[in-house]
Structure formats: structure tokens, C-alpha cells
């Protein structure tokens, strides 16, 4: 069957994550993919170069961001609303000053080429107000920016339209609680087909330890470095993004990987930051799943979920509480690791690029049509 011209259209999506540049071109339902590794601004600039010569020029082009602040769905990119990105940029230090150069060397490149911002936070714009509210004074939280934005919206979505097809379930019926597990670990409750609640806040630091980020540390422990003058503000910042997590607890990248590795070989410290993680993901499993009157699934994600089934039979072994069975997530590709009784449990690849091309052939055939 003949494409319309709008679905048609050759789509590059770009993807810069906190430890990667992920580049996809969509032509038709023909999908070519590329990873760069350990993303840095001028390494992501050369990423888009080499992926417009290697796959010539598309029609349009998508770019994450992690933060769009209230945005509720994809914008074009012109110079205002970049200018607006890069105000977050403080926000998401690992990722949006990133994707704000990638959009800028992009459009450099292409002039007269669409390109469209889409925004993990967007699928999380709806947060009930007890998920997003933070428990501060009400002069701090009055203007509704001191708040829950919530991240990896754009996976989340993902994973819920996979379950959906997965399960033959309507998306609207479905109660997920969808555990995204890559370099940035987030867990987010599904209701309705809209977030519900979700492990990170403000920012990308908030909820389970990650890679390089702390995740949650009680902010009186943070008040006290600071007091003490342990640390200076930028030093705590680099910490709490880059130095902590997986690397800081074990000396290594941070890379699942490594602390496998270590683990392997008997390291006190990467036996112990397992634990640590592992138990963490749990209690934010366990919290996400409190937003939802049921549990149809739990969806795991993420480069860590799908090259990892070890450390996500870890994860399932302790979550007997919320009826959820041990199981070791083998194989390969998008699939349904059980079901019977209790919740199913899923694996789906994250295809972020998925969800930007989608966001940006809805406007450029807004605009085109
Ligand atoms: N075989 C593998 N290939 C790629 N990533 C892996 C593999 N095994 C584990 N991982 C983990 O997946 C993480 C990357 O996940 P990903 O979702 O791609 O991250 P991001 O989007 O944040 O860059 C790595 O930090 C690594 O710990
Ligand atoms: C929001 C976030 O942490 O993204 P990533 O996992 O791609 O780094
Ligand atoms: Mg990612």
C-alpha cells in the first residue's frame, strides 16, 4: 500500500541521552539506527555530520530534549524557542545543552528542514497534583515551576503502546507501572492511558540511583556538606550528575557493565552498589505502583532492561509483595516475559525514535496539510 506523502516523509531522529547520541532515519517503514558513545557536545556535532552523510538529507527532523518545561506535545525549533530550551539547560545539565547544540548544528546544516523539539517531560504535563506537588511553602510552589516535571516521557509512551499491542489491551485500560532502566533510571505509574506518578522530579536527579546520578539523597545530608563546607554549589552539582550513582559507589564508568564486572570478580563495592541500586528500583517500583488501583504489568526498558535479564531477575526476585513472580527475562526483542496469575512482566526496547518521528510528522502534516 502507497504511503501518504506526510507518512512517508524521511524523518532523522536524534536522541542525545546522558551516555549516548542516538541517531535513527525513518524512511518509510525502512529504519536505519546509530549509537555514538559517552555524548559530549562536540562529539554530538560531529554525530549529526556523519549521519546526514551517510544518509543524506531528510524531510524533517525530530530532537529530544528531557526538559520542555510545560510543553505538551512537539514544537518546530526556530532560534526564540531554543533560546527558551536552553533556559533549562541548569535543569538537565547531563542532557539539554546537548540537544539544544545538536538542534542548532542541525538546523546549521539543513536550512529550510522542519525541525521539531519533542519533550520526555510532555507525557507527564497531566501529574495529578498529590504526584506533582512538592510539600514546600506555598510562596516557593505558587507559580506551578517549583514543581514535578517528570523524564523519559517519550519511552514511557513507547512502552505503553507496546504493552497495549503486546497484551491486546486497550492503552486506556491498561495500569503499568513502566520501569525505564538505561544510563538514567526512572519509574513512572500508568493509568488511563496518562502518568500517574513518576520517580524523577524537577530534574533527572530525583528517585532511583542511576549510572552517574545520585538519584534521591535526603536534603538534609546535602545541607550538611554545604554547611560544612565540604563542597562548593557547581562542585556538590558535578557530583550529584557525574560522580555519583554506580561510578561514585564503585570507582568504575558507571556502566552496568564494569559493575558486573567488578561484581564478578568478588569487589566489595560493586557488590554492595548492586544491592543498593537493585533495592533502590524496587522501592520506587513498589511507591509507583501505590498510584494505580491494580497492576496489570511492569514494563522494564532501557539499555540496562534490554541487555541486562540478569539484573531485572534481580529486581522481580524481591517484588513477591506486589504479586509479581521471579522470572529471568531471556530473549530477545519486545515480548511478554509472564503472564498467568499476577501482573505480566514485559521487556520493550526503548524506541524514543519511534515516538520523535510520530511527534514530528504530526506537526510538519499540521503544517503541510
Ligand atoms: N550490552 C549492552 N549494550 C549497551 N548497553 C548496555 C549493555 N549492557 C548494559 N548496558 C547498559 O545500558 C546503559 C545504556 O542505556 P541507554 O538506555 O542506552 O542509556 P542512555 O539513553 O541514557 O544513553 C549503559 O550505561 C549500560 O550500563
Ligand atoms: C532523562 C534521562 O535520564 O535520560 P537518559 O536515560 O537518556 O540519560
Ligand atoms: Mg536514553
Redesign the pocket.
Known amino acids: 500500500m502507497a504511503l501518504d506523502p506526510v507518512s512517508a516523509m524521511r524523518v532523522l531522529t536524534l536522541?542525545?541521552?546522558?551516555?549516548?547520541?542516538?541517531a535513527a532515519l525513518h524512511d518509510g517503514d525502512l529504519v536505519d539506527t546509530r549509537?555514538w558513545?559517552a555524548?559530549d557536545a562536540r562529539a554530538d556535532e560531529r554525530a549529526v555530520s556523519e549521519a546526514l552523510a551517510e544518509w543524506g538529507p531528510p524531510g524533517c527532523v525530530a530532537v529530544r530534549f528531557v526538559h520542555g518545561g510545560s510543553r505538551p506535545g512537539p514544537v518546530v525549533l526556530d532560534d526564540a524557542v531554543l533560546r527558551e530550551l536552553e533556559r533549562l539547560s541548569p535543569l538537565a545539565p547531563l542532557h539539554q545543552p546537548l540537544s539544544v547544540d545538536v538542534a542548532r548544528v542541525v538546523r546549521g546544516l539543513l536550512p529550510g528542514t522542519p525541525v521539531v523539539g519533542c519533550f520526555d517531560t510532555s507525557f507527564h504535563t497531566g501529574l495529578p497534583a498529590a504526584a506533582a506537588r512538592y510539600p514546600l511553602p506555598r510562596a516557593w510552589t505558587s507559580q506551578n515551576r517549583l514543581r514535578r516535571y517528570g523524564f523519559h516521557g517519550l519511552?514511557c509512551r513507547h512502552a505503553l503502546r507496546r504493552a497495549a499491542e503486546l497484551l491486546g489491551r486497550a492503552e486506556d485500560e491498561l495500569r503499568l507501572v513502566v520501569a525505564?532502566?538505561?544510563?538514567?533510571v526512572s519509574v513512572t505509574a500508568i493509568r488511563g492511558g496518562a502518568s500517574v506518578d513518576t520517580s524523577m522530579g524537577f530534574t533527572a536527579l530525583e528517585g532511583a540511583a542511576m549510572?552517574t546520578r545520585s538519584g534521591s539523597v535526603d536534603p538534609g545530608l546535602l545541607l550538611h556538606v554545604l554547611e560544612a563546607g565540604e563542597v562548593t554549589v557547581p562542585r556538590l552539582a558535578h557530583v550529584l550528575h557525574r560522580e555519583s550513582g554506580?561510578a561514585g559507589m564503585t570507582g568504575t564508568?558507571?556502566?552496568?557493565?564494569?559493575?558486573?564486572a567488578a561484581r564478578d570478580q568478588g569487589d566489595h563495592d560493586a557488590r554492595e552498589a548492586l544491592a543498593v541500586y537493585v533495592h533502590r528500583l524496587r522501592r520506587e517500583i513498589g511507591a509507583a505502583a501505590m498510584s494505580l488501583d491494580r497492576l496489570d504489568a511492569v514494563v522494564f526498558?532501557?539499555?540496562?532492561?534490554?541487555?541486562?535479564p540478569g539484573?531485572v531477575g534481580e529486581i522481580l526476585a524481591g517484588c513477591g509483595v506486589l504479586g509479581l513472580r521471579a522470572a529471568l527475562p531471556g530473549g530477545s526483542g519486545d515480548r511478554v516475559v509472564r503472564t498467568g496469575d499476577g501482573p505480566a512482566v514485559l521487556v520493550v526496547t526503548?524506541r524514543?525514535d519511534l515516538e520523535l518521528r510520530r511527534g514530528a510528522l504530526a506537526l510538519v502534516g499540521v503544517r503541510s496539510g
Open positions: 536522541n542525545p541521552g546522558s551516555s549516548s547520541l542516538k549509537t558513545q555524548a519511552s525505564h532502566i538505561g544510563a538514567g549510572a554506580l564508568s558507571g556502566d552496568l557493565r564494569d559493575v558486573l526498558t532501557g539499555g540496562v532492561a534490554e541487555h541486562q539484573v526503548a524514543e
